[in-house]
């Protein structure tokens, strides 16, 4: 009860205190401090613990090429033939596009396809999509979950609609808990943005209480941390 409480207390705290910026569609996340190798590589093991206890595939803690040719081969295990990818936070999203392209997949972009009243064709074409690839603004190590803010070209339907949902996110943005992730992004992110708390596939227990996967979203769902290679 008072490990409860203390939550709360971080919790309160957080949304009481004020953010510098607020991280409308076409803002980055705040930079993140840096911690110690030591304790980002056990936020890393945790996430990846909890990642998979909730059916989640962990892919590693990989450099950004080799998460790419990761993403690749999980396209040719599957036969996936189309790929959507979303803007990057802190990541060259170009290096998955080429690496899943090599493979033969056809790759779209949502930057631009929603203006001009193109929003139902986004949806059909994700919707038409095998696979889509998004970076995490967050990660949170105590439960598995990907944090992850909607924007023009990162849409919540990116997340949705592929049975296959890749999630990455840098070393740097893995934080402990709910409390902490709640205080990176600041109160103003969740006043002027929607923010996606992703942890695991999609399941559902309704259909005669048996546990079935992806009836309301992707049926597989893969994480990796990335943590360049020169750190």
């Not at 919790?11 to 705040?30: Q, R």
């Not at 779209?108 to 038409?128: D, H, S, T, Y």
């Not at 990907?146 to 296959?164: C, G, K, M, N, Q």
Request: hydrophobic share 45%.
């Amino acid at each position: 009860m008072a490990e409860f409480h203390k939550l709360l207390a971080r919790l309160k705290g957080a949304l009481e205190t004020p953010s510098p910026v607020a991280m409308h569609e076409n803002h980055h996340a705040a930079p993140m401090p840096v911690t110690s190798h030591a304790q980002r590589a056990e936020l890393a093991s945790t996430f990846a613990r909890e990642l998979e206890a909730v059916s989640g595939r962990f892919l590693g803690t990989l450099s950004a090429e080799a998460a790419a040719a990761s993403v690749a081969s999980i396209a040719k295990e599957t036969g996936a033939h189309r790929a959507a990818i979303g803007e990057g936070v802190v990541t060259k999203m170009s290096l998955f596009s080429a690496a899943l392209e090599a493979e033969g997949c056809t790759v779209m972009k949502p930057r631009g396809l929603e203006k001009n009243g193109n929003r139902a064709a986004l949806i059909e074409q994700f919707a038409n999509c095998d696979i889509g690839v998004a970076e995490a603004h967050y990660a949170i190590a105590s439960t598995g979950t990907f944090a992850v803010v909607t924007a023009e070209a990162r849409p919540s339907s990116l997340t949705l609609l592929p049975p296959i949902s890749v999630i990455i996110v840098n070393i740097d943005r893995v934080v402990a808990d709910l409390a902490e992730a709640i205080e990176a992004f600041g109160v103003e992110t969740f006043t002027h943005n929607r923010v996606s708390m992703i942890t695991g596939p999609s399941r559902t227990a309704d259909i005669e209480k048996r546990i079935v996967m992806g009836v309301h979203g992707p049926k597989m769902l893969c994480g990796a941390i990335i943590w360049p290679e020169n750190e």
